[in-house]
Nanobody
Framework: VLLTESGGSLVHPGGSLRLSCAVSGNIDSIIHLNWYRQAQGKQRELVARINSDRDNTRYYAESVKGRFTISRDYANNMLYLQMNNLKVEDTAVYTC?????????WGLGTQVTVSS
């Protein structure tokens, strides 16, 4: 599985941004797709997850609930993270992660900077 993120940028507080992750390879083996983030000097944290089940069950970190939305476009093999009402503390490198039953795959990440 290969993951390629895009969409990171500099944005003002209160602004919006949509991150994209192109997914290729053995896509049928993926059991869930995730967005993680890592701020400078901090541990990487799970931001959002979407399961490959019939309901596309979603999970969000408490810090982003109500502001971020994870979605998946099966037809175009894309994963998205819509981020609204961005805060300075959302500044981080955002990385796509795919999990199969055997192994996990990471993208290289995209930088999101929230600053006035």
């Amino acid at each position: 599985v290969l993951l390629t993120e895009s969409g990171g940028s500099l944005v003002h507080p209160g602004g919006s941004l949509r991150l994209s992750c192109a997914v290729s390879g053995n896509i049928d083996s993926i059991i869930h797709l995730n967005w993680y983030r890592q701020a400078q000097g901090k541990q990487r944290e799970l931001v959002a997850r979407i399961n490959s089940d019939r309901d596309n069950t979603r999970y969000y970190a408490e810090s982003v609930k109500g502001r971020f939305t994870i979605s998946r476009d099966y037809a175009n093999n894309m994963l998205y993270l819509q981020m609204n009402n961005l805060k300075v503390e959302d500044t981080a490198v955002y990385t796509c992660y795919a999990r199969t039953r055997e192994v996990g795959y990471w993208g290289l990440g995209t930088q999101v900077t929230v600053s006035s």
